[in-house]
């Protein structure tokens, strides 16, 4: 049976792969422009399911937000309780999954639900079953690994991965970093209208970088590969080729 994925043993890693590197932060960077507005606004009740090590909502508690914290994993909740307590800051936190707690909490203005989707057994359902705790009007800041993006990579790095694309067998089996169930925008897209939902932003992370080759990216000038990713990041078709996808959506 398939089950979502826990980091409890990857959380080094995850700590050095993911935020201690340049694409880490503008992962970063481009969520909070996306929330900017939301971030200003007066003090919202936020969920955070699957925080990791919440920065965003941290980022979001250091302006007077009310925060909820829940993740499978110990070590990532115990982590982000930790960055809390050091800037002072309060959170409820919850040691459970997502869709667990879903049915024991009330209703949200703002929903995170960040790089999560791609790490569990059923994401769709997963992805409805969250989605029906923000409340009329409010948002869900959906973050989510880019199938489209895993495709066209590992075509562009041919050989013997091309008949595994074929047949749709080349998908991280969820051991490291390479995600289980990369979602298609369209289908992520299609869903969330379903559920009732309005598209406000909409964004590609890194829809350039992660297409150059080690060769390539040790002689190009990142201040400039990020100004050319800042500019096409938002504009359609290049916003659905990125390693991830940031859609904020409003409830109807």
């Known amino acids: 049976m398939k089950q979502d994925r826990n980091f409890d043993n990857l959380i080094d890693r995850?700590?050095?792969k993911v935020y201690a590197t340049d694409k880490g932060q503008w992962r970063l960077k481009l969520l909070k422009e996306d929330l900017h507005a939301l971030q200003q606004s007066p003090p919202l009740d936020i969920w955070d399911a699957g925080c990791g090590f919440a920065q965003i909502s941290q980022w979001f508690a250091e302006n007077g937000h009310r925060l909820l914290l829940c993740d499978i994993s110990k070590k990532m909740l115990t982590r982000?309780?930790?960055n809390f307590e050091q800037a002072g800051l309060h959170a409820e936190c919850?040691?459970?999954s997502a869709q667990s707690l879903a049915a024991d909490i009330?209703?949200?203005d703002l929903i995170l639900f960040h790089a999560v989707l791609e790490w569990l057994a059923d994401p769709l359902y997963s992805l409805k079953t969250i989605a029906n705790n923000v409340k009329p009007g409010g948002y869900l800041s959906l973050l989510f690994y880019n199938r489209n993006a895993m495709v066209y990579?590992?075509?562009l790095k041919g050989g013997w991965r091309l008949p595994h694309l074929?047949?749709?067998s080349y998908i991280g089996k969820g051991h490291r970093l390479t995600p289980p169930n990369p979602q298609y925008p369209h289908i992520i897209q299609d869903s969330l209208s379903e559920l009732g939902f309005s598209i406000r932003q909409h964004t590609g992370i890194r829809v350039f970088h992660d297409y150059l080759p080690p060769d390539a990216l040790a002689q190009t000038d990142k201040s400039q590969l990020f100004?050319?990713?800042h500019r096409y990041c938002r504009k359609p078709t290049?916003?659905?080729m990125g390693r991830y996808v940031h859609i904020l959506a409003q409830r109807d």
């Open 14 to 16: 995850f700590d050095r």
């Open 80 to 82: 982000a309780q930790a």
């Open 94 to 96: 919850h040691h459970r």
């Open 106 to 108: 009330g209703e949200f």
């Open 153 to 155: 990579s590992n075509t």
């Open 166 to 168: 074929l047949n749709d």
């Open 227 to 229: 100004q050319l990713e």
């Open 238 to 240: 290049y916003r659905d």
